[in-house]
């Protein structure tokens, strides 16, 4: 579980290491190192995402242990709105396996019956159908980008903080 306390309220969310070993260590070490005390959000886009990770001053990213890692991804691991994602791709560039991070502040209402549609045609289950109607997220994100967590408390905040410039 992760913890984030921050100047808008504290929110948790759940890590999944068995399905993201990679981008869960080098989240936790990070973590560990103190690296994101301090941490300024460089990126927020309503109904989008959050994203932060760049260190306190917003600039430059880091890499825990040095070394990249390629995208993780899981059949039961989705951009549902509250998932915690490792940023992957920079200025069209492919940087996995560095510190940026980011949370999916989309709406339920974000996946309508038409890109529900599109799911099922590109092989989502009902299932994964249905959690994206009901709470939301960026299909889209899919298998381009790790997710590694899940908020489970206090999405509220972290919709207040989608809400606030940068």
């Not at 941490?39 to 990213?61: H, M």
Request: aromatic share 12%; hydrophobic share 35%; charged share 15%.
């Amino acid at each position: 579980v992760a913890v984030f306390d921050t100047s808008a309220g504290v929110f948790r969310a759940v890590l999944f290491p068995e399905k993201a070993p990679q981008a869960c260590d080098n989240f936790i070490g990070l973590v560990q190192q103190g690296y994101y005390n301090g941490l300024t959000v460089s990126r927020v886009e309503n109904q989008f995402v959050v994203e932060a990770g760049q260190g306190a001053d917003g600039k430059g990213s880091t890499i825990w242990k040095g070394s990249r890692y390629p995208v993780e991804t899981s059949d039961s691991l989705h951009h549902y709105a509250g998932a915690l994602c490792a940023a992957f791709a920079q200025g069209g560039e492919v940087t996995g396996g560095n510190s940026q991070f980011y949370f999916v502040t989309a709406l339920p209402n974000s996946v309508d019956e038409t890109m529900q549609q599109q799911l099922r045609d590109n092989g989502y289950s009902d299932e994964q159908v249905s959690a994206y109607a009901a709470a939301g997220g960026l299909p889209y994100l899919d298998n381009t980008d790790t997710v590694f967590g899940q908020v489970y408390a206090g999405m509220d905040v972290v919709d207040q903080i989608a809400c606030v410039p940068t």
